[in-house]
């Protein structure tokens, strides 16, 4: 994603519209967002002129103060079709008198969108040099796109650091966008980017967050597997593992010693109950692999199930903590332990049980789990029950997951950080 060129437009005379044309082309799939402002109440559509509309990313923002009556609004599209240069219109339901539009233009061809969390807005009275709000926190990735659009009454010097100022104050109504490529490596939390240098002055803003990926993660694949009294748990995927995808494994019922992973495999944690025991293991693929091969002491009875995730960006040799309250134990359910931090949206949490003997029906009885192994899990003499759960949130709530009847269990919940990469998730018990 790269920055191409801005180009706006403005008017004091009473019309309906307001256009903007670039001075350069514009291709198919390209990431434009157009920042409009306005100081009448009434309805504004945006097109492109080569047949598409722009989205809408927010309701319309009142302005405060001296910008009373002033209202903000952003948009955005990956460009249908055509090239060369590119006329964007603003359309308004009623005559509007004091009105700009500027548009911002980046050369992206990988289907960049607008992201979760996306959208922050606020409007206020700045103290001068200080932020008129606290918008966010946003989190953002490793090469995530911001963009910060504001409205200032005094025609204030915005946005700040670490933002580009890409087009200047534009218009009387004093408009303004700029941009910023997220570089810091893994995840990060953003608050308020843009402040008013001049004390008493009025602004709104809005800021954007961009990326190459769908909202959240998404099952793209999932198999399962079983053997009885083996020593070996075959799990096929369903389509070969593309390349740099993280595949993750969990095994049960057989103490660590005795379980072997494929080569490349790391464990990367494990708990030995009395009788039954689970274990994770994960591999970066090198991309090709098409089935996951453990091996545990003779006799054992193993559940496989496997994921192909994408969305998530937690590549590293470890999930981001063991989540679990009670590993081990008698009985029919078990709870995560609160975080200390936030957990963030985007996130994948998972908990696996394993039960000796069947557990009944599986209950995800907390707010937003999904039961990914059945109403009652998979196989008979021990039984694994695995369920995900993505948050829609900053949070730091506990669940608890349940089954129907109490059984000698061993138990791990574990999450991992939602963001750009493609994942695969293999899940192995034995």
Known sequence: MAFVQTFNGTALSGDTTIAATSASGVNAGELIVAFVNIATNTSITVTDGRGGTLAPISTQLSSVGGLAGTRSQTFWELVPSGSG???????FGATVINRNIQVVHYNSTTGWQLLPSGDLHANGTAAGGTPIASLGPMFAYTNDLLIA???DSNNGQFP????TDRTGSIGNLNADIGDYTVATPGAQLYTTNFQS???GDDLSMHVLRFGPRVTGPVIVQQTTATTTAGTTLTVNFNAAV???RLIIAFGVNDVIANVTGPAGWTRANNIDGTTLNCSIWQKLAAGGETSAVFTTAAGKNSQGVMWEINGLTDVGTTPLGDRTATGAGTGTSVTQTAVSANQWPDDWEMCLVETANSGGAFVSNSAGWINDTGANGLGA??????AHRIPLAFETVSNTLTWTTSRTFVALCVSWRGGSTDIVFQLETS
Do not use: D, K, M, R
């Open 85 to 91: 240069t590119i006329t964007v219109t603003a359309t």
């Open 149 to 151: 659009a504001s409205v």
């Open 160 to 163: 700040q650091s670490p933002f």
């Open 197 to 199: 240098p001049n004390a």
């Open 242 to 244: 593309n390349g740099n």
């Open 381 to 386: 003499t021990n039984t694994l029950y695995v």
